[in-house]
T-cell receptor
């Protein structure tokens, strides 16, 4: 069974500084990886995904993520944080195979606080 | 794209009562998912439909939970004999056919069982 670990419950960063939200995964075979963001009392919004190809994936709102197969990691990054980036961020994984479960497995989430 | 719509936004019920939630997916999406999210946790998969067929159901899901998607459009999730442990946010999502398509989530139904 697949799993996702987000080792930090909370990340604090000053506005304008780079941010990183960490994610590691475990899955049989190759993974499809996703990042979602959740604002208070709202559903999740898709940010970006890794399917195959270039290890650096660019997504919405200036976010990017780097896939590292040897470290089984998919860390979310942004060069310059905004106060409006403050939210809950979720990493998710599904196996590449496609023949079987469609269960997207989420991590517990990381609360990002950008300090003005 | 009008987004995924869920109704109601909030539901407060007494233990032992039955509740039903509705989800209207994005119209051209044939896949529909239900997830449950409790405080401090990520969404947990409950069940998945492709068109009207329920293809997958979490092994952790109690028999008190049932979901339908009768015409392959909207879906309902019913919880019978609610328990306090059922208190959570229930999220619906939809996606197009492709396996790696991102899920589009609704804003959820927050259930409180007293």
């Amino acid at each position: 069974a697949q799993s996702v670990a987000q080792p930090e419950d909370q990340v604090n960063v000053a506005e304008g500084n780079p941010l990183t939200v960490k994610c590691t995964y475990s899955v049989s075979g190759n993974p499809y990886l996703f990042w979602y963001v959740q604002y208070p009392n709202r559903g999740l919004q898709f940010l970006l995904k890794y399917i195959t190809g270039d290890n650096l994936v660019k997504g919405s709102y200036g976010f990017e993520a780097e896939f590292n197969k040897s470290q089984t990691s998919f860390h979310l990054k942004k060069p310059s944080a905004l106060v409006s980036d403050s939210a809950l961020y979720f990493c998710a994984v599904i196996p590449y195979s496609g023949a079987g479960s469609y269960q997207l497995t989420f991590g517990k989430g990381t609360k990002l606080s950008v300090i003005p | 794209d009008t987004g995924v719509s869920q109704d109601p936004r909030h539901k407060i019920t007494k233990r032992g009562q039955n509740v039903t939630f509705r989800c209207d997916p994005i119209s051209e999406h044939n896949r529909l998912y239900w997830y449950r999210q409790t405080l401090g946790q990520g969404p947990e998969f409950l069940t998945y439909f492709q068109n009207e067929a329920q293809l997958e159901k979490s092994r952790l899901l109690s028999d008190r939970f049932s979901a339908e998607r009768p015409k392959g459009s909207f879906s309902t999730l019913e919880i019978q004999r609610t328990e306090q442990g059922d208190s959570a946010m229930y999220l619906c999502a939809s996606s197009p056919e492709a396996y790696n398509s991102p899920l589009h989530f609704g804003n959820g139904t927050r259930l409180t069982v007293t």
